[in-house]
């Protein structure tokens, strides 16, 4: 399993913090907000990571995670010029990925739950999670049947579809670089996630979990507040 860290974009929601650093490089509580997806991947026994991130703040990133050897892991870097779309990051990867598995996690993302043996378990298909939200039209949403078997998922849906927002952890096996490349840009001229979702889903390999502990998308004022709240709590639940 190779993982991959999405660390791009330009953080516009959070301007004028923006100005200057990486969205993913600003404090959450007392480490840079990279730092928790990254921990993620690494408890779940991920040691080959490739980073992608923007070209403004590249050396940053250097800078603070350097190779990788500090963590017991190995760092490769890729620059994303511009937003292309979350899907975008598997063709962009290809060559790191090779022949493994993937799991990708968004660099804005914090978790309260821990996925490490859902991730080691993994074999095949797609394995994706999901979180009942207040503003589900943010995200790429999911609708499920009455066993609770995923039915639906449509990226940002003008009319409500369920209250179940697609969160930023993805699990594929090897044929997402292929689903990538046979997914055409929306209307915004991205590669949405969503065409890969489907396209599992088209084939009945698609498991959507229920996320259960917090979790947070920190690309707003509001929820990076809130991101630094549950990153408190959780240092100080450990030291006691």
Not at 19 to 28: A, F, G, I, M
Not at 58 to 87: M, N, V
Not at 116 to 142: L, M, N, W, Y
């Amino acid at each position: 399993m190779k993982g991959i860290i999405l660390s791009g974009g330009t953080g516009s929601r959070l301007m004028p913090l923006t100005r200057v650093t990486s969205k993913q490089l600003l404090p959450v509580y007392n480490r840079p907000m990279i730092m928790y997806p990254l921990e993620m991947l690494l408890a779940a026994g991920i040691k080959d990571i490739l980073i992608i991130v923007a070209p403004d703040h590249a050396g940053d990133y250097l800078k603070l995670l350097g190779s990788g050897k500090e963590f017991g892991a190995r760092f490769t870097y890729e620059i994303q010029d511009k937003p292309e779309g979350l899907a975008a990051a598997f063709i962009i990867g290809e060559q790191f990925i090779g022949s493994d598995n993937v799991c990708m996690i968004l660099g804005d993302n914090i978790f309260e739950d821990d996925f490490s043996k859902t991730i080691k378990k993994f074999k095949k298909g797609a394995h994706i999670f999901a979180k009942q939200v207040p503003d589900p039209e943010r995200f790429g949403v999911v609708k499920f049947d009455s066993k609770m078997q995923a039915v639906q998922i449509e990226e940002k849906p003008k009319t409500f579809l369920s209250k179940y927002a697609i969160t930023g952890l993805y699990v594929y096996d090897n044929r997402v670089i292929q689903a990538a490349k046979l997914a055409k840009p929306s209307e915004r001229g991205e590669l949405e996630i969503t065409e890969l979702h489907n396209w599992y889903l088209a084939k009945h390999e698609l498991k959507v979990d229920i996320v259960e502990g917090e979790w947070i998308d920190a690309g707003t004022f509001d929820t990076l507040y809130r991101a630094n709240q549950i990153a408190y709590r959780k240092a100080h639940k450990k030291q006691i």
